[in-house]
């Protein structure tokens, strides 16, 4: 399970790396963008980092808000990109509810990837790889024999996140360009960015456990916050490409 880029923002902003963030209505929007220099400092991969945050009441209240906004940043990183055909992957475990969002969120998005070319639609594919422990294969490996028999143009991958702060716990959408390791705890995966297949990566989550002294913690609540979430990033998704 990734770590929350949340958790050294504040580092970016201590050091006065350039951020862009605004607030709307139930949410405050932020862009970090990571060069050569922060990259060394915070051991994260140098690209741009978008973040969303809410409280508890405005997911409820202000979702459709978030879902713009959430738009607004794919569209912004989908600009220039030829992404009529797009692999959306679901990376996680559906039998453990904290870590089952890719899963969840993929559900909810339209697959057109397999109707006939007479239909003027973007060709959506989706795969949930589960994890090692389910398939015996590692989730970098089912999804390099996807990518090869798909030649997706863009790769959409959407998971859940670890968070060392209580504060960004269940509060965050996370989207990057930077890439991901599926399966993290398994040592022979391999990251999937722009380099792997030669394609754009664009990654999107939420934190949904909290990691302290070695221990994960999650909150009686999971289940109700992963139903939403994943509802927003669906619905973005299949406004974008089917609107």
Do not use: W
């Not at 456990?209 to 939403?228: A, R």
């Amino acid at each position: 399970m990734k770590k929350a880029f949340m958790d050294v923002s504040k580092v970016l902003k201590d050091n006065l790396f350039k951020i862009d963030e605004k607030k709307c209505r139930g949410c405050v929007i932020s862009h970090f963008n990571v060069d050569y220099k922060s990259e060394k400092l915070i051991k994260k991969v140098r690209g741009d980092y978008y973040t969303i945050t809410f409280d508890y009441i405005d997911l409820h209240k202000k979702s459709k808000v978030i879902k713009k906004e959430l738009m607004k940043i794919l569209n912004s990183l989908f600009k220039d990109l030829k992404t009529n055909d797009p692999l959306i992957i679901g990376l996680g475990n559906s039998s453990v509810l904290c870590d089952s969002l890719g899963v969840k969120t993929t559900n909810k998005v339209m697959a057109t990837n397999h109707f006939t070319d007479f239909l003027n639609l973007p060709k959506v594919a989706l795969f949930n790889p589960e994890v090692t422990e389910k398939t015996g294969i590692s989730s970098y490996n089912l999804i390099e024999m996807v990518v090869k028999n798909l030649s997706p143009s863009l790769i959409i991958i959407i998971d859940s996140l670890a968070t060392t702060n209580p504060m960004y716990l269940n509060n965050c959408i996370e989207v990057n360009n930077t890439g991901i390791i599926p399966g993290s705890a398994i040592k022979d995966n391999k990251k999937i960015d722009a380099n792997t297949f030669n394609i754009p990566i664009i990654a999107i989550g939420v934190p949904l456990v909290l990691e302290q002294d070695k221990f994960m913690y999650t909150t009686p609540n999971v289940g109700e916050i992963i139903d939403i979430t994943s509802t927003i990033i669906s619905d973005a998704l299949n406004d974008l490409f089917f609107e």
